[in-house]
């Protein structure tokens, strides 16, 4: 189970995106639940540890649950989905990130584009939707994107 966020910058009105150099895809941040770690726990640090980003969540309307999707993995030799459970953040887009938080297989690189570019960069529709939903939810809590 992988556990991520769909981080926006709601001032700015920007999400944030990784790189994967190795699958050559713009992705969200997630990762892998550690034993016993509860699920916002692992979005939040599996987001920093990819990102570096160091403020999301920190004083700012977040952690709200989005859903889940899943999705062919495209790190495995097999047929296995990949289950992801997302959740959604914020963060200042101009803070510089924090270096050497990605593991040493990790090579991403971090990215904040425009919400509307993110349907065509991202390439899971489950991560599309989630993206969308993210969007609509904060509109729905009253929440301005964009200024």
């Keep these: 189970m992988s556990c991520g966020t769909v981080t926006l910058d709601l001032a700015r009105g920007m999400v944030l995106l990784i790189w994967n150099k190795a699958l050559q895809i713009h992705q969200l941040p997630k990762g892998r639940r550690n034993i ?14 990819e990102t570096g980003n160091p403020q ?21 030799d097999t047929k296995a989905l990949k289950a992801v459970f997302y959740f959604v953040a914020t963060a200042d887009s101009t803070t510089i990130p924090a270096s050497g938080t990605q593991e040493a297989h990790e090579k991403l690189d971090t990215t904040w584009c425009p919400i509307a570019e993110a349907t065509t960069k991202l390439r899971f529709q489950g991560e599309i939707a ?18």
Excluded: H, W
């Design 36 to 49: 016993d770690e509860p699920m916002l726990n692992a979005a939040v640090r599996e987001t920093y540890e």
């Design 56 to 76: 999301v969540t920190e004083g700012r309307p977040s952690t709200e649950f989005l859903g889940a999707c899943l999705y062919p993995d495209p790190q495995s």
């Design 130 to 147: 989630a993206v969308l939903k993210a969007v609509e939810d904060v509109k729905k809590t009253g929440y301005t994107i964009g200024g």
